[in-house]
């Protein structure tokens, strides 16, 4: 099988809220240290149009919403965006979701306070491409935030090996560990499409078992496996 099958975001739409696949609760279990940087970051969201990237099913886009801000939710996936806006209207958010690609996204130009892209940088199919796409959607001094894997033997060894193969986390070839990017290579790129790292990256990884044998996710010293960082739009 190709590896970077995509496929679980169309295929498994309808266990997206319910907690039945271990997998969808392992993706729902990084939100927290992903909010707990973002939060630190940038820790008003009221009024703001904040743009969720990638956005699945919606598990970054309704605690986002909930902070008061004005949420657009963009994913390939027509499956996982129906699953999206059924839950966020259950839950009574007022969230727009649309579909498309990172490549190429669906928005007007300074459009956008703030976008925030988790799990995907290491899923597109090309990344100066869709770093450019969020350059033109955000105004300037404008926000980005985002979280990706590095690339290394440690990761290729734990996310491909351990997570898919063995454990069984998450769906066997749904990571090609040659899109995995290293934070130097991140650095250079974000550089190159118009923005400013001012800040260290931090690393993010499993750090506790919960009572279901769920990976806990935190906050880490080391980003050897994945990381977390942010960028600011040039004027």
Not at 74 to 97: G, V
Not at 154 to 159: D, G, I, N, P
Request: charged share 25%; glycine share 8%; aromatic share 10%.
């Amino acid at each position: 099988m190709q590896r970077n099958d995509q496929s679980l975001y169309q295929n498994h739409a309808e266990t997206w809220w319910d907690g039945t696949k271990r997998f969808q609760r392992t993706l729902a279990n990084q939100i927290y240290p992903r909010l707990k940087y973002f939060d630190r970051v940038a820790p008003d969201w009221t009024g703001l149009n904040v743009l969720d990237l990638g956005c699945g099913g919606g598990f970054m886009a309704e605690p986002l919403a909930r902070r008061g801000a004005r949420v657009t939710g963009i994913d390939p996936s027509a499956a996982s965006l129906e699953a999206a806006r059924k839950h966020a209207e259950a839950q009574r958010l007022d969230i727009t979701y649309r579909q498309g690609v990172g490549e190429d996204i669906p928005l007007e130009t300074g459009s956008m306070d703030r976008v925030v892209c988790v799990d995907v940088l290491e899923h597109v199919k090309d990344i100066d491409k869709v770093l450019s796409e969020v350059r033109r959607v955000l105004r300037p001094k404008g926000l980005f935030l985002f979280d990706t894997v590095n690339r290394n033997w440690l990761s290729r060894l734990l996310v491909l090996n351990v997570v898919e193969d063995v454990l069984k986390l998450i769906p066997k070839n749904t990571h090609d560990a040659d899109k995995f990017i290293r934070p130097v290579e991140l650095s250079r790129l974000l550089g190159n499409n118009g923005f400013t790292v001012k800040e260290p990256f931090v690393g993010m990884g499993p750090v506790w078992v919960n009572r279901r044998l769920d990976f806990v996710f935190g906050i880490t010293p080391f980003k050897w496996i994945m990381y977390l960082g942010h960028a600011i739009a040039s004027e």
